[in-house]
């Protein structure tokens, strides 16, 4: 009986614990490959226009959230002298 018992728990810890593991290093990875591309991407000279649009919409989404807080709001220039 204890034989079977300490099979069934390798299998588990083998099985269960570390494909949970295993998937979350994987998702993990995902996740820093996206993140080192967002950063070559804002050091690429020109921008692509999807980065662009994307920094856009979240300073815009800044403000909106400051605005309804009553912070102050920073208006900052691109590299083209124009608010953004």
Known sequence: MKMTYYGVVVGWV???MLG????L??????????????????LKDPQPEAYRDSVAKAKAKAAQAARASGKPVLV????EGRES
């Open 14 to 16: 083998v099985g269960f």
């Open 20 to 23: 949970v593991g295993c998937s």
């Open 25 to 42: 290093a994987v998702l993990y990875s995902i996740y820093r490959g996206g993140y080192r591309k967002a950063v070559e991407d804002g």
């Open 76 to 79: 900052s220039q691109n590299s």
